[in-house]
Every structure is written in structure tokens, then in C-alpha cells.
């Protein structure tokens, strides 16, 4: 499934050098946390003439890439977070952690930054998992 968010450039046309640069600009501090090998799930394929694709490149590796398309028509940026599928059983583990997590959390002491935050989520989450047996592939 891919979440889309459309960047509005305007309606001149953008000069080819400006083009090739523009998403590596925007998203310097992403691919920093990008991983450089492969992902799984394929990129679906650009139909449309008028899309060209700027730039793509893993993140979360295996679970996420991000793909930049230029529309010619528009003169719109397309950013696109592309995850892999997960199987039903797997939905409904996440659904359940996901449940479970919204009624358990104390947002009133969730942590001051995002890291704090990030830690006591995922404390959170595995002792969900630990305490219901839920068997996890690493």
C-alpha cells in the first residue's frame, strides 16, 4: 500500500538540473537513515508518460521505500511511502498490539522527546507481545 503526499512546485515548468536535484535536497536527512540494499517488494510501475520518476530508495529495511515522481502535466512533486504487504494473520497481531497499546498507554508521562517516546512504545509493545505468547519472527 502507498501513502502519497503531493508537492505542489507551481506551474513553471522546472529546468532538467533543478529536477534531477530537488528530491535529494528535500530529503538529505532521510537518506540518511536509508539502508542500501534491496527491498522485497517490488515499485509498482509508472503508467502515465507524463510521470517521471526522480528518485527512489529503501527505508526501514524490508518494510518501506520511498519512491519521488515529477508529473510534467501538473508540475507537482508525488512523494511516496511504499510498504511492503503483510499476510492477514499479521494484520490482526498488529491490530491486536495496536488495540492494546491505545487502551494501555499513559500519555499523561509519555516521554519529553522522541526518543524517550520511541523507547517507551516499543517497551511497550514487546511486553505486549512477551506477555500474550505472541510468537514473533526477528
Known amino acids: 500500500m502507498a501513502k502519497k503526499i503531493l508537492i505542489k512546485h507551481g506551474k513553471t515548468p522546472i ?8 528530491g535529494t535536497k528535500i530529503l538529505t536527512k532521510h537518506r540518511k537513515m536509508a539502508v542500501k540494499k534491496d527491498v ?33 502535466k501538473t508540475h507537482a512533486y508525488l512523494y511516496e511511502a511504499i510498504e ?10 498488529l491490530d491486536f498490539i495496536k488495540k492494546i497499546l491505545s487502551k494501555t498507554m499513559d500519555y499523561e508521562t509519555f516521554g519529553e522527546n522522541i526518543a524517550e517516546r520511541k523507547k517507551q512504545l516499543s517497551d511497550s509493545a514487546d511486553e505486549i507481545i512477551r506477555s500474550r505468547g505472541i510468537k514473533i519472527d526477528e
Open 15 to 22: 529546468k532538467k538540473e533543478e529536477k534531477e536535484n530537488a
Open 40 to 72: 522485497e517488494e517490488e515499485i509498482p510501475e509508472i503508467l502515465d508518460k507524463d510521470v517521471e520518476e526522480i528518485e527512489s530508495y529503501p527505508i526501514a529495511e524490508p518494510y518501506a521505500k520511498i519512491r519521488i515522481t515529477y508529473d510534467h
Open 84 to 93: 511492503k504487504k503483510i499476510s492477514e494473520e499479521e494484520k490482526k497481531i
